[in-house]
C-alpha cells in the first residue's frame, strides 16, 4: 500500500484560507468515505480533526472542515490562525482492510 | 478521560525483537465500537500505521511489514502489545498507539493518540 500523496508545504497570511490535498487512489480514497485528518505541531502527538472526509469531532473549530472527489481529499484552513501552524496528515481506510497515511504537509502561517 | 500510554525499551539492538505495551484507561477493549491501531514516525519523517486490533482480536498489518509484525490485547489488563521482530537501523522511530473507532462494517479510524515512545536501534 503506498502513502498517500500531499504536498511537502503550504503556507498562507493570518486571515487567508488554505487547502491541503490528498491523493490516493481506488483503493483508498476512491473507494471509501472514510478519510481522516490529522493535526500535528512539532514535538507532539497527532490530533484528530477530521473524520469520515467531513466531519468534526467536538472541540474542533468550524475553521477546519474537510470534503472528497474521486481520489482525491481535501482540508480546508479558513482564518489561518498563527496556532495553525503545524503539520498536518491525511489517512484512509482501504480495501485491504488497512490505513495508510499521506506523507505530511507542513503548515506556515506567514 | 480517554489515555493511551506506551511503554518499552529506549534502546534495542539490531535483529533483536522489540515488545512495545499500550496501556489504555478510560475505555474498555472489549468494546465492538473500539480498537487499538499503532503507528510509528522516523525523525523528521511521516507516520506510517503499522497494525491494527478489534475487540473481538481481529488483527489487520501493515503490507509491507506483516512479516515482522504481532499484534495482541490482554483485555482483563486494559493493555495492547505489538511486538516487531529482526529490528533494524530503520527501523529508529516514534511509536504510538492509538485508539481507533470502528464504524460501519468493520471500518476503522484513529481518534485519540497516546504520546508515543522513542525507539532507538543501535549496536
Known amino acids: 500500500q503506498s502513502a498517500l500523496t500531499q504536498p511537502p508545504s503550504v503556507s498562507g497570511s493570518p486571515g487567508q484560507s488554505v487547502t491541503i490535498s490528498c491523493t490516493g487512489t481506488s483503493s483508498d480514497i476512491g473507494s471509501f468515505n472514510r478519510v481522516s485528518w490529522y493535526q500535528q505541531p512539532p514535538g507532539t502527538a497527532p490530533k484528530l480533526l477530521i473524520y469520515e472526509v467531513d466531519n468534526r469531532p467536538s472541540g474542533v473549530p468550524d475553521r477546519f472542515s474537510g470534503s472528497k472527489s474521486g481520489n482525491t481529499a481535501s482540508l480546508t484552513i479558513s482564518g489561518l490562525q498563527a496556532e495553525d501552524e503545524a503539520d498536518y496528515y491525511c489517512n484512509s481506510f482501504t480495501s485491504s482492510s488497512t490505513l495508510v497515511f499521506g506523507g505530511g504537509t507542513k503548515l506556515t502561517v506567514l | 478521560q480517554v489515555t493511551l500510554k506506551e511503554s518499552g525499551p529506549v534502546l534495542v539492538k539490531p535483529t533483536e525483537t522489540l515488545t512495545l505495551t499500550c496501556s489504555v484507561s478510560g475505555f474498555s477493549l472489549s468494546n465492538p465500537r473500539m480498537g487499538v491501531s499503532w503507528i510509528r514516525q522516523p525523525p523528521g519523517k511521516a507516520l506510517e500505521w503499522l497494525a491494527h486490533i478489534f475487540s473481538n482480536d481481529e488483527e489487520s498489518y501493515s503490507t509491507s511489514l506483516k512479516t515482522r509484525l504481532t499484534i495482541s490485547k490482554d483485555t482483563s489488563k486494559n493493555q495492547a502489545v505489538l511486538t516487531m521482530t529482526n529490528m533494524d537501523p530503520l527501523d529508529t522511530a516514534t511509536y504510538f498507539c492509538?485508539?481507533?473507532?470502528?464504524?460501519?462494517?468493520?471500518?476503522?479510524?484513529?481518534?485519540?493518540w497516546g504520546k508515543g515512545t522513542t525507539v532507538t536501534v543501535s549496536s
Open positions: 492509538a485508539r481507533t473507532a470502528v464504524t460501519g462494517h468493520y471500518y476503522y479510524y484513529i481518534d485519540v
